[in-house]
Each structure stands twice: as C-alpha cells, then as structure tokens.
C-alpha cells in the first residue's frame, strides 16, 4: 500500500494506468474511500494514469483531531500531487470531493487540463442540518444515520435490484471512523464557494444523478450555471455515487470530455 505524510497526515493513496500517461485524479464522497471509484478506473486505467486515494477521515488515512476546513483537504491534495511529482492533471470530484476539487481548481488553475464535478455544489446543506448529523454521530455513531444516508447514495433502483452490494456499501459506511466523518461534515457546514467558482475558468463537465436527493439535480444544474461554459449532464436511474451506480455511463462522459479537452 502507498502512502505519504502531508503536514503530519497520513494518507494513503493508489496509482493505477501506465505512467507518462496524462493524469487523472479523483477525490471521493463523505463516508466512503477511493474504492468508491473502482468501476471507473477499471474503465479508463488502460488510457490515464489514475490517483485516487482516501481523504483525511475516510479509508486507511489518518483522522486528525478537529474539524476539517476545506483548506486542510485542499492542502492534502496539494501535496500529495507534489510527493508524486504531479504537475499537470484532470481532477474529479464527488459531493464533498467536489468541493475539494472545487477548492483546488480555485487556488491552482494552471494546473488543471479538465474539471470534473459529480454531484456538488459550492454550498451544501445547512449549517444546523449538518450540526444536527455531527452531533447525532458523535452521539449515537454512524449506525444511527446509516439508512438514511444508504436512501441518499442510492436510487431507488439500485437498492431494489442489488440488496447484496447496497448491504457491501452499508457495511464499508458502518465502519469508517466516526470522528472523520463529522469532522468532515464540519467542513460541508462551513464552506460556501458561491461567490467563488465564477472565477473557474477549467473547462467543466458538471454531472447530476437523476435521483439524487442529497444534492438533488436543480442544485447540481445551478453549479454547473455559476461556471462559464461548463457542459451539465444527468444520469438516470442514478443516485448521489454514480461512479457507483452506472460507472461504464460516468466514465464514458469523462473520457469524452477529457480527449474533448485534449487531456489523453
């Protein structure tokens, strides 16, 4: 297993696809790790040299004490893309991985060929919505919110069609560290990019899941509209993971895209 200290953060991190290859980093939802974009990789590796890797809280990365501000992930992709010697990339995002990628295309424009935003927005929730989750895990663990987040993640196809990998899903949710997930949460409460992404000028593929009820299509749609030029796409039958649910549909739009963009 690879990983590497950023500001005394252990993260692991996974390298897949030939190298010299154009890169393509992908940076995963709240209470999930990098294998949440497997299906995906499985598609493109043969094409792009793929990062992905667990962000602080989540997987087999460390879980710093305190809440997380956006800055904190922002570093951590920072520097993990210095450690590998990355200077040139396109970068996804899923929910909070979107802010994430948000957040980087923001402070590091020159350094991204494509931006690929899953399911985001630049302010998501509310803040007593997510102080109301925080206090409620630290409580009562992540047991307490797991059906009701599974309802969020998945479509309801997919959770009535595939009961063992929703259960698989579930499972890997069950057992992140609580304490990184609500310091996480922390950092969903306190960003808001609104006035921000204006300023993206990477060219944008914004994609929604039809049935997303976390961030629902309008929403996502609205981010897409704040971002000049950027193309917006919908996935039927797909919740709020759709790296998940439909990844052959995702990575088909991304590679488009990306070659579209002359990244690979």
């Keep these: 297993m690879d ?29 999930t790790d990098a294998r949440i974009w497997d299906g995906v990789i499985a598609r493109l590796s043969s094409r792009y040299r793929i990062l992905s890797y ?6 087999l990365s460390d879980t710093p004490p305190g809440d997380y501000a956006l800055d904190d992930h922002v570093d951590d992709l920072a520097g993990l893309l210095e450690h590998l010697g990355i200077r040139q990339l ?20 020159d350094r991204l060929s494509a931006l690929v935003l899953c399911d985001t927005a630049p302010k998501v929730g509310d803040a007593a919505g997510w102080n109301a989750r925080i206090d409620t895990v630290r409580r009562d663990g992540l047991g307490a919110i ?13 959770q009535q069609q595939h009961p063992d990998e929703l259960a698989l899903w579930r499972n890997l949710f ?21 006035a921000d992404i204006s300023r993206i000028a990477t060219p944008t593929l914004v994609v929604a899941g039809e049935a997303d009820r976390s961030t629902p299509p309008d929403l996502v749609r609205a981010c897409a509209a704040a971002i000049a030029g950027a193309r917006f796409e919908t996935l ?24 579209e963009n002359g990244h690979g």
């Design 3 to 31: 990983s590497v200290r950023i500001k005394d953060v252990l993260l692991h991190y996974r390298l897949t696809g030939p190298a010299g290859a154009p890169v393509f980093a992908l940076v995963n939802s709240l209470g």
């Design 54 to 59: 667990d962000k602080r809280g989540h997987g």
């Design 90 to 109: 396109a970068l996804a995002g899923v929910s909070v991985g979107g802010l994430i990628a948000q957040g980087f295309a923001l402070r590091a424009p």
């Design 146 to 158: 797991a059906d009701m987040v599974m309802d969020r993640w998945f479509s309801p196809g997919f």
């Design 174 to 194: 069950l057992r992140s560290d609580p304490l990184g997930y609500a310091a996480t949460c922390a950092t969903l409460r306190d960003t808001d990019l609104s």
């Design 236 to 259: 039927p039958d797909v919740g709020h993971i759709p790296s998940i649910e439909q990844p052959a549909a995702l990575a088909a739009l991304v590679q488009g895209f990306l070659k």
